[in-house]
């Protein structure tokens, strides 16, 4: 297959409700959608950079690394599979957002060529994805157990506090004191250090699930003393951003269960890498989301119908966060909180060019 040409659509989605984590309070959200023109067909994909807060890549460098690097090393190519391509790109270091972006198109390309559902290309073994939810930090605990009392009436299998000093603590006992018995997780976005023991002592009480990224967003030692002295499961995110540095993570009992967020590993390739790894150490893992459109949200979906994939995922429907997704149709989640995954070759969802086109900001 021969990669013709590349190019990027810079999108910002208003949110139906502002979202906020302990890096800032968001209102719309921005992603780069990615076309991928080849002699066998055209892909698309997604790559969902989140500012300077969840990592180093904005939706500006996402733009250059793809133009100025990514393409003039891909295009009038030939490429024999997606390994081949992480070959070609793997002189550039990092960057593993805009690589993804890519690296998404070319997997919609081979799925619709071997006419095969994304998720049995990738060697998925699910029907249906298991959904839970993300909350961000609110206006008040009133609001906070509205938010979840709703989601629960929706289906979702999990809820996702998002905390941050100040917004810890007492949210998750009052949460508890209400909803004793929910399968509950909470996110500090590397919001704490090690000097913050106490807090993470005191949430050690609550029988939850997971505390993710707790510490600093490529730490991996610290996360290792942290474990030791909790019995709640630490789960890491930010700081996996590689198959190595999944297996270090492991090695060092940094955590017991990883987010794998495609996009942040350089994308499905890397995610199955990681995926085998955590299935053969025992490793409890899930997809993580990044607000994606219902675009980004079809690969994570692909994700998560792998093996290991065995917890309640940040996979949402396409109304969950946005009032209109720039796929048709859109993502739907049933009562019992799933999502089922289509049997149509490719991503089985058509792109809405009228809802690219109004997204669209340039």
Known sequence: MRIDRIECIALSLPLKRFFETSFGRFFEREIVLVKVF??????????????????YETLETA???????????????????????IDKVSFIRGHNMAKSGVEFALWDVFAQKAGLALHKLLGGVKSKIPCGISIGVQNSIEELLEEIKKNL?????????KIQPGWDIKVVEQVRGSYEN?????????????????????LDKFGLMMIEQPLGHEDLYFHSQLQRQLE???????????PETAEAAIKMDSCR?????????????????IHDLCLHHGIDIWCGGMLETGLGRVFNLAAASLEAFNLPNDIMPSGAYFAGDIISPGIAMDKDGYIRLLDKPG????????????????
């Open 153 to 161: 009436e929706l289906g979702y299998q999990r809820v996702k506090l």
């Open 63 to 85: 733009r250059h690394i793809i133009h100025d690097y990514i393409a003039p090393a891909v295009t009038q190519q030939e490429i024999s599979g997606i390994e081949d391509y």
């Open 182 to 202: 929910i399968p509950l997780m909470v996110d500090a976005n590397s919001a704490y250090t090690l000097a913050d023991i106490e807090v993470f002592k005191a």
């Open 232 to 242: 709640t499961p630490i789960c890491l995110d930010e700081s996996i951003h590689s």
């Open 347 to 362: 991503l089985g969802y058509e792109l809405d060019f009228e809802m690219v086109r109004k997204y669209a900001t340039e």
């Open 38 to 55: 080849t002699n066998e067909g055209t892909g698309i994909g997604e790559c969902p950079v989140f500012g300077p807060f969840y990592s």
């Open 257 to 273: 269960i990883i987010n794998i967020k495609p996009p942040r590993i350089g994308g499905l390739f890397h995610t199955v890498k």
